[in-house]
T-cell receptor, first 114, second 113 residues
Framework: NAGVTQTPKFQVLKTGQSMTLQCAQD?????MSWYRQDPGMGLRLIHY???????DQGEVPNGYNVSRSTTEDFPLRLLSAAPSQTSVYFC?????????????FGAGSRLTVL | GQQVMQIPQYQHVQEGEDFTTYCNSS?????IQWYKQRPGGHPVFLIQ?????EVKKQKRLTFQFGEAKKNSSLHITATQTTDVGTYFC?????????????FGQGTILTVHP
């Protein structure tokens, strides 16, 4: 049982390049989400999905796209990378405990945009 | 939108001292969760609090949820070097089961041996 798997772990991009951060979970969780972590800012929600075919924006969605074609996969696409998108990205899937949305995080993807 | 403020941002303690981090929400929460992130790692779920005034303990860790369900605290008794990391609170607003979580900024705990 791998949990939440993110790839790549590290990536360096040039401004304007595009890329996709991959996220897969094998726990059959309905809810998946993407966060970015920046120093002093905590974890900020980028996009989330409550099931296959359903996605919605979080707190900081600009510059990112997502899709959810299967329960297992939730890729995050950077359309035209900017230095402001340098960050650590975490994918998470969720199960419910007494109505609470408890997150299981992947190991993270560290992205640097030059 | 919902905001969750967490203080302090940093805390340095000597091993054996106590540590507390506080979390305040701008809105009433349906539940609050706490996560720990070790240096270089990813956040890991510690506990959730659902009921007004709830207190839960995990060994040396004590978690409280305020009566108004807008604030929470995490207290660690007699810190150890293994407690080093960033502690996040995350508030979930009322409504759907898959309500969005809003994270606090985190408290970075350093424990000096």
């Amino acid at each position: 049982n791998a949990g939440v798997t993110q790839t790549p772990k590290f990536q360096v991009l040039k401004t304007g390049q595009s890329m996709t951060l991959q996220c897969a979970q094998d726990m059959n969780h309905e809810y998946m989400s993407w966060y970015r972590q920046d120093p002093g800012m905590g974890l900020r929600l980028i996009h989330y999905s409550v099931g296959a075919g359903i996605t919605d924006q979080g707190e900081v969605p600009n510059g990112y796209n997502v899709s959810r074609s299967t329960t297992e996969d939730f890729p995050l696409r950077l359309l035209s990378a900017a230095p402001s998108q340098t960050s650590v990205y975490f994918c998470a899937s969720s199960y419910q405990v007494s109505g609470a949305n408890v997150l299981t995080f992947g190991a993270g993807s560290r992205l640097t945009v030059l | 939108g919902q905001q969750v403020m967490q203080i302090p941002q940093y805390q340095h303690v000597q091993e054996g001292e106590d540590f507390t981090t506080y979390c305040n929400s701008s809105t009433t929460l349906s539940n609050i969760q706490w996560y720990k992130q070790r240096p270089g790692g990813h956040p890991v779920f510690l506990i959730q609090l659902v009921k007004s005034g709830e207190v839960k303990k995990q060994k040396r860790l004590t978690f409280q949820f305020g009566e108004a369900k807008k604030n929470s605290s995490l207290h660690i008794t007699a810190t150890q070097t293994t407690d080093v990391g960033t502690y996040f609170c995350a508030g979930q607003a009322g409504g759907t089961s898959y309500g969005k979580l809003t994270f606090g900024q985190g408290t970075i705990l350093t424990v000096h041996p």
